[in-house]
């Protein structure tokens, strides 16, 4: 159980156009779900939270309109990377948790979206 | 002082070794302790998560917490060639934090 799949695995675009990843829990619902930027080498850096139905709450340092988040539904999250560029070139992986209560439900992460900007 | 320490490795051992990764961390109001498992180009995978003090075992992997010293730390025993990967830990308590991660490569 709890298998979050994101999509597309990997992507390829030239400089200016916008990319949207998808992310969905298949057997779980999720009241959150969280957006990582991770670099080679290096350890998962928190970008966002998204709240289905509310507005997601932003790390500081990340563009709230470079990044745009929808979380529509309680499975479906979606980062919009608007207008990249290379240096937005990275490893975007998202993660949702099960909103199921009676305690803390740890995070599932999906495969990773790698984003390459020409 | 980082929140959470965790060596980043490499670390490299032979198959059958039994493999110890351990984290520190400086926040006592973590209460959740969890360990993954990251392969080249992939998600991290939750392996084990605890509550407070105390062992876990599954399978191979057993982890342990010691909140007195602050100080978690997963085995792996008769370690193979598949558990190369990098394993993440992380600490729950409002907001998750995570380790460095520790690159782990078993030699068959």
């Known amino acids: 159980g709890a298998v979050v799949s994101q999509h597309p695995s990997w992507v390829i675009c030239k400089s200016g156009t916008s990319v949207k990843i998808e992310c969905r829990s298949l057997?779980?619902?999720?009241?959150?779900m969280f957006w990582y930027r991770q670099f080679p080498k290096q350890s998962l850096m928190l970008m966002a939270t998204?709240?289905?139905?509310?507005?997601?709450?932003?790390e500081q340092g990340v563009e709230k309109d470079k990044f745009l988040i929808n979380h529509a539904s309680l499975t479906l999250s979606t980062l919009t990377v608007t207008s990249a560029h290379p240096e937005d070139s990275s490893f975007y992986i998202c993660?949702?948790?099960?909103?199921?209560?009676?305690?803390?439900?740890?995070?599932?992460f999906g495969d990773g979206t790698r984003l390459s900007i020409l | 002082q980082k929140e959470v320490e965790q060596d980043p490795g490499p670390l490299s051992v032979p198959e059958g070794a039994i493999v110890s990764l351990n984290c520190t961390y400086s926040?006592?109001?973590?209460?959740?302790f969890m360990w993954y498992r990251q392969y080249s180009r992939k998600g991290p995978e939750l392996l084990m998560y605890?509550?407070?003090?105390g062992n876990k075992e599954d399978g191979r992997f057993t982890a342990q917490v010691d909140k007195s010293s602050k100080y978690i730390s997963l085995f792996i025993r008769d370690s193979q060639p598949s558990d190369s990967a990098t394993y993440l830990c992380?600490?729950?308590?409002?907001?998750?934090?995570f380790g460095a991660g520790t690159r782990l490569t078993v030699k068959p």
């Open positions: 993660s949702a948790r099960d909103r199921r209560t009676g305690g803390y439900q740890p995070q599932h």
């Open positions: 057997d779980f619902q999720a009241t959150t």
């Open positions: 998204s709240n289905e139905g509310s507005k997601a709450t932003y």
């Open positions: 926040n006592s109001a973590f209460q959740y």
């Open positions: 605890t509550y407070s003090s």
């Open positions: 992380a600490m729950y308590d409002n907001d998750m934090r």
